[in-house]
């Protein structure tokens, strides 16, 4: 392994430990560079520690600043000491979420002209155009155009982590903010088929109805769910699940580890394998098992 640079654009506190934690600490052990970029403080989140419940946005307000120290734990945990926010600390608000009649995740139509859903794309693309050329990744994770499962502000991370990446290699955008950088490579985290139906199946066998309630194992599948053909690179980081479960159990006012969904898959799942599919860039070798696979790391 030799020392390459990632970068993972994320919506929220708690997304990297949850969706990308098993990678971000395998690579961290590996002396990899980490960057981890946060785009709001998760301001809107829904507080499940009752003691924190004056936190929430309908009373003091305070949440962010709080979820920012549970992601400052929530790093140490995974060896990652490069963290920061686009644009800055509370330069981007959460824009929260609703869900519509047939169930899909939808912009809350009561969100304000300040939260990142509404935010400007050169304007928020440009905050990452500084840090890409600056950290020089090889490799740039983040959501899918679906944003993993319909969130406005994971759908917004993945419009400006693409964009952002096409502006940081033009040299004539905004030369003041550095030398032009090509990132070699962006990927999409991803749930293979195969594995959503294993947890499924298994949850049903165990007569567990919750999980995932209403979907048939052998049945049609939500659409953050991809074909196992289109998974271009599968990183165990088994080794790592450890990490990840102590990164989660950090963001204690939105996770609960011991029970109901999170319980579920920490008990049942392959926890520490984390799947990713290309977005743009230097295609993968057949049957990557490494983010950098392939790549000139210069």
Known sequence: MTAGRLMLVHAHPDDESSQTGATMAHYAALGAQVTLVTCTLGEEGEVLVKGLSHLAAAESDALGAHRLTELTAAMAELGVT??????????????????????????????????????????AATHLVELIRDRRPHVITTYDDYGSYGHPDHIQAHRIAMYATQLAAARS???????????????????????????????????NDEFFS????????????????????TVDASPYV????????????????????????????????????????????DGADDLFAGLDLR
Do not use: N
């Open 82 to 123: 490069d963290f920061v926010r686009l644009g800055g600390d509370h330069r981007y608000r959460d824009s929260g979420m609703v869900y519509g009649e047939d169930g899909e995740v939808l912009p809350d139509p009561a969100c304000g002209d300040h939260t990142f859903w509404k935010a400007d794309l050169l304007e």
């Open 173 to 207: 955008f905004r030369p003041d903010l550095g030398p032009a950088w090509q990132v070699d490579r962006v990927v999409w985290g991803s749930m293979p088929a195969s594995a959503m139906r294993a947890g499924l199946r298994a949850a049903r066998e165990a007569g």
């Open 214 to 233: 209403g979907l048939d194992p052998d049945g049609d599948l939500p659409r953050m769910v991809i074909d196992d053909a289109l998974i271009d690179c």
């Open 242 to 285: 450890g990490h990840k479960l102590a990164a989660l159990r950090a963001h204690a006012s939105q996770v609960e580890v011991d029970s109901g969904f999170f319980k579920w898959l920490i008990d049942h799942a392959q926890w520490g394998i984390e799947h990713y599919r290309l977005g743009a860039g230097v295609p993968f070798p």
